[in-house]
């Protein structure tokens, strides 16, 4: 049974050649398969949640990705597969579109909610955002970059391509709820630089208006 237009499509994107920072980044907070770098990845964001289940067991079956991660939050489902084959990761798309008889012109269009540069950061707010970050540490001193999107998936393209267009490490990426968030951090330059590609990447993806 297809589920149609019981479904929206928050987010849907793939993103290949997935950078080494943002990699081992999901590698450390994934449930299932660990992508690594090189690989492409599909992330999805779907309301009701529950219909993430039956969207991923379609993708499973007509290709030969893996599941990295499925949850589904207070509002939304969520999951990502991943693939050393692009080809792979389209044909896993593709299943999913065609599950739902939707296309990508389908899915909400992001938009970036705001953006942050905190430059030589306080060492007392450094230490409250280690506190629960999962990744990179925030070094006193340095310059933290904060993009804010929505819907949320979207931010797994921001932590691509800022790491992609500058020298910065990845220090939290939440992808899941109303709102996306990416820190990063780093010089103020490389920073600026990177929280610019973000913007851009986001502000590219197509859709309807949520």
């Known amino acids: 049974m297809s589920l149609g237009n019981e479904i929206t499509i928050r987010a849907l994107m793939q993103i290949d050649n997935l950078q080494p920072k943002f990699a081992a980044y999901n590698g450390a907070t994934v449930q299932g398969s660990v992508p690594l770098s090189g690989d492409t990845v599909l992330i999805g964001e779907f309301a009701p949640g529950n219909g993430v289940f039956t969207l991923i067991d379609r993708a499973l079956k007509a290709s030969a990705v ?3 991660t499925q949850l589904v939050e207070r509002e939304f489902g969520f999951f990502i597969l991943r693939s050393p084959s692009n080809a792979e ?6 299943a999913i579109l065609s599950e739902l008889g939707a296309s990508m012109s389908d899915r909400v269009k ?4 705001s953006t942050q540069i905190i430059t030589s950061v306080e060492p007392y707010q450094a230490q409250l955002l280690n506190k629960w970050r999962k990744g990179a540490l925030l070094v006193p001193g340095q310059t933290l970059g904060i993009i804010e999107c929505a819907p949320a998936a979207y931010i797994s393209i921001a932590a691509n391509e800022a790491e992609k267009s500058a020298d910065v490490d990845i220090v939290e ?6 709102f996306g968030r990416l820190f990063i951090s780093g010089s103020e330059d ?9 913007t851009v990447a986001i502000d590219s993806v197509d859709g309807q208006d949520g």
């Open 89 to 94: 990761v389209s044909a896993a798309r593709d």
């Open 173 to 178: 990426v939440r992808a899941v709820g109303r």
């Open 110 to 113: 992001p938009s970036v909610a």
């Open 66 to 68: 893996e599941a990295t």
């Open 190 to 198: 490389s920073v600026k630089t990177a929280i610019e590609a973000a």
